[in-house]
């Protein structure tokens, strides 16, 4: 009898013309060759690879990071650094035919990007990437310099939340301990490049579960790595506590179905060419024992970060919603775990959060907003805010067109599309210091990345009706890589335009550290705002105020007299110390905490008052002593 030849499976993102396999082979993967022979669509996909790989690298001794004006970094990386991402991104739809059969292309060419994008200041800086993360340092040195955090003691400059939610601290002290560093800051700048490697997997898993089309999974792992631009991915709490919070989600989706609750999304005929079948279903006792699994997952994100329990929780609700995840049981577990957590560990900060509840419930301009003062003000920061928003808009654009043209895709997937619109609804609760838009948007990405790629990757195999016309192809074949090229160009301004303020030179450092050091125990320290080096070193011995932390009016009336405004508001026989820094100029004047000229002006009138004597002054700063009158 004749053999029956099998019809094309996966498409071609690269042309519209489909070759019939030859009997036996996987279709649309090209046949494979002898052991240690390379093809010629091999040599595509690791020629692109190694011509960036060498291009990046020696782009590094170019880069003039030291040397950042009003753009931050995107006009002090050279054209091999922007040539290395564009030869990388030009290979991945080769690497993405190979997906199906040899999945380590893709995988290698997104963990290239990852380094690619976010390795620069890992390799070249010679001090922590962003200024706030030392604060991060000092509670890891302070936990493993006293074997203790005090929960129940209030600390200035917002430190009481970290020792009330410390396993982030915890398990890096052990780190610091078991690699013999220093201290964190060694490998702070690595955080980005670790959690990134380590979120691929799991992003991996959640896709699979809902898409058998392994180059619609990586193209969502890809622009997931490019829409991720919100900076929450350094050596912070969040950052694990989202590794952890997916990591939730994963098994859930995988190992939570309900018996007899998929109906026609089991049946091929009806799915999406590219959808997954709903996992096997469930038992109760085999759901039982999976949530006794989560526990100590949920258990690690409560101890970790206080904002991400409640994302776990409203994202188990949304999921909750559909007859395939109604699992109250879990749901129960993971609220329990939080209120548990709230109201021993950290009920300081949480009875002071719904004292301001009030104030802040269904404020959903103020909860929306970006920063404290939500106007940024210079070349490079407004560029950055745009480029934020085009990104934003351009991610939900091409979800929105998947949601539109690919219904069965996007009902197979209802779940994920749940869990993205789920922490939404949060905009009306608080504005978590000017950060609940990045966060909102944060755990929305996932999914929206996920069907973006659906926009850009179209279905392969189908019959019939499921077929899809050569038209279609010929589209995506282009649109695929200039989305990619134009979510490329977005990454780096959102990520870089804003850099000035994120790297400090180590003399400005120095300087704050001698500082600190030298100041008596109970000491108050004053400055414009908490972003700069070492700002919160020997937190536990000083008391903090950030005075210009607050309404751009409000600091405006400050610079009238801000010698009047500071020397009334300090109390008696206090001994304080102003430090006012570079770091700290470039911060308030790209937020818009201060009006163009104002820290220069706040610095001259200090300087120049009777109250106020220099203790010590550099080309990075100054540093005064308050003398009470």
Request: hydrophobic share 50%; glycine share 8%; net charge positive.
């Amino acid at each position: 009898m004749p053999q029956h030849v099998p019809a094309p499976v996966e498409g071609d993102t690269a042309g519209c013309v489909e070759p019939v396999p030859p009997p036996g082979a996987v279709p649309g993967e090209s046949p494979r060759r002898a052991p240690g022979a390379m093809g010629p669509q091999t040599l595509l996909i690791w020629l692109p690879l190694l011509l960036a790989a060498a291009l990046w690298v020696s782009s590094l001794p170019h880069i003039g990071f030291r040397s950042m004006g009003e753009y931050g970094l995107l006009d002090r990386l050279p054209v091999t650094y922007y040539l290395s991402l564009l030869v990388l991104t030009a290979g991945f739809p080769a690497a993405l035919r190979r997906a199906g059969t040899a999945p380590w292309w893709p995988a290698l060419y997104c963990a290239g990007l990852l380094m690619a994008l976010k390795g620069v200041p890992a390799v070249l800086y010679d001090s922590e990437r962003y200024p706030w993360a030392s604060k991060h340092d000092a509670v890891i040195n302070h936990l493993l310099a006293n074997g203790e955090l005090r929960p129940g003691e209030g600390l200035s400059g917002n430190m009481s939340a970290y020792d009330q939610w410390p396993g982030f601290f915890t398990l890096n002290g052990g780190l610091v301990r078991a690699l013999g560093a220093e201290s964190a800051a060694t490998y702070l700048n690595w955080a980005p490049i670790v959690l990134g490697l380590l979120m691929m997997p799991v992003l991996v898993l959640i896709y699979r579960t809902f898409s058998e089309d392994r180059r619609l999974v990586w193209t969502a792992v890809w622009i997931f790595q490019l829409a991720n631009w919100v900076g929450q991915d350094y050596l912070a709490p969040q950052g694990l506590a989202y590794l952890l919070h997916l990591a939730v989600l994963a098994v859930v989706v995988r190992h939570f179905v309900r018996p007899g609750a998929a109906g026609r999304l089991r049946s091929r005929s009806w799915l999406d060419p590219a959808a997954a079948a709903v996992p096997p279903p469930t038992g109760t006792r085999q759901r039982a024992v999976c949530v006794v699994v989560l526990v100590p997952l949920i258990a690690a994100v409560n101890a970790v970060h206080q904002l991400t329990p409640v994302m776990l929780c409203v994202t188990l609700l949304a999921i909750s919603l559909t007859r395939r995840y109604r699992n109250l049981g879990l749901l129960a577990v993971a609220g329990a775990l939080m209120l548990a957590w709230d109201l021993t560990m950290g009920r300081p900060l949480f009875t002071e959060t719904l004292g301001t509840l009030r104030d802040s419930l269904g404020q959903l301009t103020q909860n929306s907003r970006a920063g404290y003062a939500g106007q940024l003000t210079g070349a490079g920061p407004e560029l950055a805010g745009r480029a934020n928003v085009l990104m934003v808009l351009a991610v939900a654009a091409l979800a929105g067109t998947a949601l539109l043209l690919r219904r069965r895709l996007a009902h197979s997937a209802l779940p994920l599309l749940l869990a993205s619109v789920a922490p939404v609804p949060l905009f009306v609760v608080n504005d978590y210091g000017g950060e609940m838009l990045f966060r909102v948007y944060l755990f929305a990405l996932p999914g929206a990345a996920f069907f973006a790629a659906a926009a850009l990757v179209p279905a392969a195999g189908g019959t019939g009706a499921h077929r899809v016309r050569p038209a279609v192809r010929k589209v995506c074949a282009v649109a695929l890589p200039v989305a990619l090229v134009a979510l490329l160009a977005g990454f780096m301004p959102s990520y870089y335009g804003k850099e000035r303020m994120n790297y400090t030179p180590p003399a400005e450092t120095a300087l704050v550290t001698r500082t600190l050091d030298r100041a008596p125990e109970g000491s108050l320290i004053l400055a414009t705002t908490g972003s700069f080096p070492q700002a919160l070193h020997r937190y536990d011995r000083l008391e903090h105020w950030f005075f210009a932390e607050q309404e751009l009016p409000e600091n405006v009336e400050m610079l009238k007299d801000p010698v009047g405004y500071l020397s009334t508001r300090l109390p008696p026989a206090t001994t304080a110390y102003v430090i006012l820094t570079r770091t700290q100029d470039v911060y308030t004047a790209g937020e818009g905490l201060l009006p163009p000229g104002g820290f220069a002006a706040l610095t001259r009138d200090l300087t120049a008052s009777p109250l106020f004597h220099v203790v010590e002054r550099t080309g990075y700063g100054v540093v005064l002593r308050y003398d009470s009158p």
